[in-house]
């Protein structure tokens, strides 16, 4: 059965220019997830889907950040423009059950932003 | 004060040795509680959960005190292939809140 796919899986742009990131999840999995996680940091939720619907993205900032999953199967995670502080990696999970089930975590994107 | 507390070690433990780290957390409407493994510069990996009664998985042991709040993870006859972070996860109404983890390094 194949993993969470992430692409790309390293990024280098220049602050100020936008960039997308792309994820697969497993496939059945309704709950796909989007995590920043910084050097010695674990993972922040930066939005939840429950298929196609954002149930929780009060962490994801609106303001230069967006997602969509508009099948309810793939998703992009998109920041515009990028900002210096946005270096990270990006982790993108699914699970069959939000909450109480196992998450499985895509390889991520790491973002350097110069 | 964080939602969930680790302490970040590392943690310089032998071959062969047992450890142990705790993890505690702040609200106590929490309802799940799991134990992530996450290798250097890899994604974290699920370990195992933690229930009530507390489970053993092969060398690993995870414990929940509600009471107190807080969860642990025991590791036995520990292997230079555990070196890794570990970090505790916790639910609450469907959301997962992520400690920092803790750094783990086992020498030969």
């Known amino acids: 059965e194949a993993g969470v796919v992430q692409s790309p899986r390293y990024k280098i742009i220049e602050k100020k220019q936008p960039v997308a990131f792309w994820c697969n999840p497993i496939s059945g999995h309704n709950t796909l997830y989007w995590y920043l996680q910084n050097l010695g940091q674990g993972p922040e939720l930066l939005i939840r889907y429950e298929n196609e619907e954002a149930v929780d993205d009060s962490q994801l900032p609106k303001d230069r950040f967006s997602a969509e999953r508009l099948k309810g199967v793939d998703s992009t995670l998109k920041i515009q423009p990028a900002e210096l502080g946005d270096s990270a990696v990006y982790l993108c999970?699914?699970?069959?059950?939000?909450?109480?089930?196992?998450?499985?975590f895509g390889p991520g994107t790491r973002l350097t932003v110069l | 004060r964080k939602e969930v507390e680790q302490d970040p070690g590392p943690f310089n433990v032998p071959e062969g040795a047992t450890v142990a780290f705790n993890c505690t957390y702040s609200n106590s409407a929490s309802q799940s509680f799991f134990w992530y493994r996450q290798d250097c510069r890899k994604e974290p990996k699920l370990l195992m959960s933690v229930y009530s009664s507390g489970n053993e998985d092969g060398r690993f042991t995870a414990q929940l005190n509600r009471a107190s709040q807080y969860i642990s993870l025991l590791i036995r006859d520990s292997k230079l292939s555990d070196s890794a972070t570990y970090l505790c996860v916790v639910s609450v109404n469907y959301q997962l809140i992520w400690g920092a983890g803790t750094k783990l390094i086992i020498k030969p």
């Open positions: 999970a699914s699970s069959s059950l939000a909450g109480y089930n196992e998450q499985f």
